[in-house]
């Protein structure tokens, strides 16, 4: 099922997602100072590609300079990336097929505006994750 999601998400939101992550990255890696929301946007990018079967966990390890760092991108790119999530999401609930891809698609805003201290996992190690 996870497969059909992802081929049906793929096609209808996940590339042009996948797209504005790709050029959010390329961006940030082209400002030198900003290669790791470069190197962020571009896992999101492979997470916004794919996302069934994976999810993001919060790593409780994280310090001081990933909050700094997700004000900064969330003034620069993470609330115009989060606007493409909520454009693309209203299309799909607004059919049957659409409505779990629009949660999807949901789903990915936090990421979108808070990326660093964030890892994206498989379903399956999410759980051993949070156990450690």
């Known amino acids: 099922m996870r497969t059909l999601l992802n081929v ?5 939101a996940g ?11 390329i961006i940030c890696c082209v400002l030198i100072i900003t290669i790791p929301f470069g190197i962020a946007s571009f896992r ?16 409780p390890d994280a310090g001081v300079l990933s909050l700094v760092g997700n004000v900064i991108w969330f003034v620069v790119a993470g609330i115009w ?5 909520v454009l693309t999401s209203i299309p799909l609930f607004l ?5 779990p891809l629009a949660i999807a698609n949901i789903k990915l805003i ?15 190690e ?6 450690r």
Do not use: K
């Open 110 to 124: 936090p990421v979108s505006l808070l990326p660093l201290g964030a890892r994206i996992v498989d379903v399956n």
């Open 95 to 99: 059919s049957i097929i659409g409505i």
């Open 126 to 131: 999410a759980e051993a994750f949070y156990r």
């Open 8 to 12: 049906i998400w793929l096609v209808f």
């Open 15 to 25: 590339i042009w997602l996948a797209l504005a992550y790709v050029l959010a990255g």
């Open 81 to 85: 990336l989060a606007i493409g999530h």
């Open 44 to 59: 999101i990018a492979a997470y916004a590609l794919w996302p069934f079967g994976r999810t993001v966990v919060r790593d």
